[in-house]
């Protein structure tokens, strides 16, 4: 007797840390798991596999395409070229004082993912030896939109009082309901998230995803009544990336009216948070310290895979430069873990805990590969060319050169005020190559035809006093 009450202790405590629906998604998409282990993570994959439930040849589709743009990608080792910055918008939707975080949280948050996209985070220095050959810097900038869509002077950051206290749900069913469970995560559990990116079904609704990176924050917790009230943290976050944009090869009628952008808990976004996690999600507030979840999900925004492929050893990320690992190394940190062979280099190299990509503890993450790097970099000029701006091109708009049509077919018009008279102009591919050398007349104008394939461009304007940049797309 003691012991079947024993038991039915230990098995009742079991679920009650789980919750009913974090095991269940580990049975049913990740074999490389057990629904044992299952705890909060990243739901981008997840979102993925969803995807292709709604609209089979989906993820075939999106492989395809990032296999596609990784073997494109420059094979130089050369810098990666002019800083890259992005205006934010932040939707912080709360239905209570403590998930409408301060600003001073939102100012921190993106401070710790400037640094990271910067390779200027302090613990950048800890990355192993074996890895110093291949860990890159994105250079991307992002800032906190200044102009909203219509114009008008913003913060940056949208605050909105929703009437949604749980993002994942109200799970109107109990544990021994599995079937029904199964139901509702397929039928449900995404479009609950959905919402907080449409603002007729208690959300905030995208800028303009060409324009700004969208970013929303709050209680991605699921409620289930039937199991004593349990609040489920079943992600951590979770991304859409560009897959399903229009301008993105693969397919977008998922009928999920989930936003562009990165979604984060709360809770997990900081440094500096002053919301803990509640038990039995305590061990969290040492894994999150550093808001380096914001950092992973902004990643897959930029079509990054999690370092592992979500499966085994066979499973790759599409990366050259990251090794193989046979699963996520599930917040452990283990510098001894090697999973899989490899050849990087020549080496079989260790798990790299290091990654962003990983699920590490945020005190042990602190790098992108080169190759990651230059993805990312690879899918804003793809997807996202009017989303960006390039080194001092802000300071140009207020100078007075223009370069004008954008996007154009090949001919263009370059026009300068007079302190440009004469000045170079130089035209360069994505991969830093020299396509065109070209002068600015005495009367600072220059009609052109640009020669090279269709992609973006990058061309310089070079006057005895200073340099600008602009970005051209060929179409
Ligand atoms: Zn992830």
Avoid at 206 to 224: A, K, M, Q, T, V
């Amino acid at each position: 007797m003691k012991k079947t009450l024993l038991f039915l202790l230990v098995a009742s405590f079991g679920l009650q840390a789980q919750g009913l629906i974090n095991g269940l998604l580990h049975q049913n998409h990740d074999s490389s798991d057990s629904a044992a282990s299952a705890q909060p993570q990243c739901g981008s994959h997840f979102l993925m596999l969803e995807q292709d439930r709604r609209s089979p040849g989906y993820k075939a589709a999106a492989d395809k395409a990032l296999q596609e743009a990784v073997e494109k990608l420059p094979q130089s080792n050369k810098s990666l070229g002019a800083t890259l910055t992005i205006p934010v918008v932040f939707h912080i939707v709360y239905n209570d004082s403590t998930e409408n975080l301060p600003d001073s949280v939102i100012f921190n948050q993106l401070q710790s993912l400037n640094d990271n996209y910067a390779r200027r985070n302090a613990d950048s220095g800890n990355v192993r030896a074996p890895f110093r050959p291949y860990v890159g810097n994105p250079n991307i900038q992002f800032e906190l939109a200044t102009v909203d869509p219509d114009g008008n002077p913003t913060t940056g950051i949208v605050r909105k009082s929703t009437p949604i206290t749980h993002f994942g749900g109200i799970l109107p069913y109990a544990q021994n309901q599995t079937a029904q469970i199964q139901q509702w995560v397929e039928d449900s559990l995404f479009y609950n998230f959905s919402r907080i990116s449409v603002d007729s079904l208690g959300g905030s609704s995208p800028w303009d995803i060409d324009r700004y990176l969208n970013i929303w924050i709050g209680d991605l917790r699921i409620f289930e009544p039937q199991l004593n009230n349990f609040e489920e943290l079943v992600f951590l976050g979770l991304a859409r990336p560009p897959i399903g944009h229009p301008n993105f090869v693969g397919t977008g009628t998922d009928s999920l009216p989930l936003g562009i952008g990165a979604l984060v808990h709360y809770v997990a976004i900081g440094p500096n948070n002053p919301v803990s996690y509640p038990p039995p999600y305590g061990g969290f507030n040492n894994i999150t310290t550093e808001g380096d979840i914001l950092t992973h999900e902004v990643g897959h925004f930029l079509a990054l895979r999690h370092i592992w492929g979500d499966g085994g050893c066979t499973v790759d990320d599409y990366i050259s430069d990251t090794p193989l690992s046979n699963n996520s190394n599930q917040f452990t940190c283990n510098t001894n873990r090697n999973s899989c062979l490899d050849s990087i280099g020549g080496a079989n190299l260790p798990d790299m805990i290091e990654n962003f990509m990983d699920y590490s503890t945020d005190a042990c993450m602190n790098s992108f590969t080169r190759e990651q790097s230059q993805l990312m970099r690879s899918t804003l000029f793809t997807y996202f060319p009017n989303l960006f701006t390039i080194g001092e091109e802000e300071s140009q708009l207020a100078s007075s050169l223009s370069l004008y049509p954008n996007p154009s077919t090949g001919q263009l018009n370059l026009q300068a005020g007079p302190q440009f008279a004469g000045a170079q102009v130089q035209v360069y591919s994505i991969a830093g190559q020299l396509v065109q050398s070209l002068n600015l007349g005495a009367d600072a104008q220059l009609d052109f035809q640009l020669e090279g394939p269709q992609g973006l461009y990058i061309i310089t304007v070079q006057s005895a006093s200073e340099q600008q940049s602009f970005k051209v797309l060929k179409q």
